[in-house]
């Protein structure tokens, strides 16, 4: 508190006096009075209205007169003496009785942490720093408070408590789940040789007549990569017509690259004029986005690349498809060339749902949770070493395997290994929210 405050206090306190002076014939100086409610000038005043009126008397006599003057003078001089003793001791009592020691602030709260960028973790707020115990005072004065603040000044005496800890900074929000939006890595199959990846993801796949969409990333490193025949990925197996649901290629129609989606019956866009061409196109156009989307129960069959839809044969009316279920080719077909593709493939998605174009051009840049509603599989490749490949959701029935000997999804044994390696898919990838 500042000093002029506490001298006004002392001005106030009980510890002031006053004496009250009996006029008369036979005046005398009166007892002092403690704890009157008036200030030392008041005193003062009275004691020279005395004065005079003492010096005005003509009732008493001279000696008496002198007498009673002495006696004025020496209360005078008592009174200040006292008066001075108690103003002394009441402003020194004043002082060592300073106030508590003020309160520091409160300790900020940390701030909130950021959401994980893409689903990272927030930081943790930092704690409230502590505020400073004040010094002591005649009764203790009381610490400062949590904070930065400083705790009060005061006199001497108990020491005062410490100052209380500051309170900790909120912890920021969980970020969710992680997402890295860096295309990560891809698989690379190559033409003339038997490096088949394959499984079986049983009837978590689309089967029968029932609507799906495949879809994945292509990159097209050259002129091997065009050759008719050759398979990229096909679900199912050609025990009848219309079994399988698959992408390969139809060669090239000059500067056009065909391609041949197909069902093995009523779809299948075979030869070089075949109706999906995309025109003006280089051997080594690089990456190219795919899907091959059925709407279920004889309706559309659509095949877009990045996201447009190209042409394809159309089925006559009342048609139906028996996909098998469950089997999953990469890099080849079942019987129509174990000998595959040539190029990088990543981001693969199998949809047991019909995918319109726009969902498909819209979701091709989104890196996936992986449990979207009707997504049966998804397949990024991300794993650091290896040929095994296992789904997002890293369920073990979806893991997709090379190929060491023929049996279930594998038509034959491989002669070599796919190569996993570094993806470069132009971005920018965003997160499913």
Not at 213 to 233: D, H, M, R, V
Not at 332 to 351: C, K, L, P, T
Not at 369 to 382: C, I, Q, R, V
Request: aromatic share 6%.
């Amino acid at each position: 508190m500042p000093r002029e405050t506490i001298g006004a206090r002392s001005k106030r306190g009980t510890n002031s006096c006053v004496f009250r002076a009996t006029i008369g014939k036979d005046a005398s100086l009166a007892e002092p009075i403690l704890g009157a409610p008036h200030t030392g000038s008041d005193t003062v005043n009275k004691m020279t209205s005395n004065s005079h009126r003492f010096a005005s008397s003509t009732t008493t006599p001279f000696p008496n007169q002198v007498a009673d003057i002495c006696r004025t003078l020496k209360g005078a001089a008592l009174l200040f003496g006292i008066g001075a003793t108690l103003a002394v001791t009441a402003c020194s009592a004043d002082d060592s009785a300073v106030p508590p020691g003020s309160g520091g602030s409160n300790g900020t709260s940390g701030s909130n942490g950021n959401s994980g960028t893409n689903g990272q973790s927030g930081t943790n707020g930092e704690s409230g720093s502590n505020g400073v115990a004040g010094s002591a005072g005649s009764n203790g004065g009381t610490g400062g408070m949590a904070g930065s603040g400083m705790g009060g000044s005061g006199g001497s005496g108990n020491a005062g408590a410490g100052g209380a800890a500051g309170a900790g900074g909120a912890g920021g929000s969980a970020g969710g789940g992680a997402c890295d939006t860096t295309p990560g890595k891809a698989m690379q199959f190559h033409s003339k040789i038997k490096d088949m990846i394959a499984g079986d993801i049983g009837a978590d796949g689309p089967s029968g007549d029932g609507p799906r969409t495949l879809e994945l990333w292509a990159k097209f490193i050259g002129a091997e990569s065009w050759t008719a025949e050759q398979s990229i990925i096909e679900l199912g197996k050609p025990n009848g017509p219309n079994h399988v649901w698959g992408i390969d290629m139809s060669g090239r129609n000059g500067t056009s690259g065909v391609f041949g989606p197909y069902t093995n019956g009523v779809s299948d866009n075979n030869g070089t004029n075949a109706p999906p061409q995309l025109v003006n196109t280089p051997v080594d156009i690089g990456w190219l986005h795919l899907s091959w989307a059925y709407e279920g129960n004889g309706g559309k069959l659509e095949f877009t690349v990045d996201g447009n839809v190209l042409p394809t044969q159309v089925p006559a009316p009342g048609f139906m498809l028996n996909l098998t279920p469950g089997l999953v080719l990469l890099g080849a077909s079942q019987n129509f060339g174990n000998e595959g593709w040539d190029g990088i493939m990543d981001e693969v998605r199998i949809w047991k749902v019909y995918r319109t174009p726009q969902q498909v051009k819209d979701n091709m840049k989104v890196r996936l949770k992986g449990t979207e509603a009707g997504l049966s599989a998804y397949y990024n490749f991300d794993e650091a070493t290896g040929t095994d490949v296992g789904d997002v959701t890293k369920t073990a029935s979806k893991t997709l395997k090379s190929c060491t000997a023929a049996g279930g999804a594998c038509p034959s044994a491989n002669t070599a290994m796919a190569t996993r390696v570094t993806s470069d898919i132009p971005g920018p990838f965003t997160c499913a929210p």
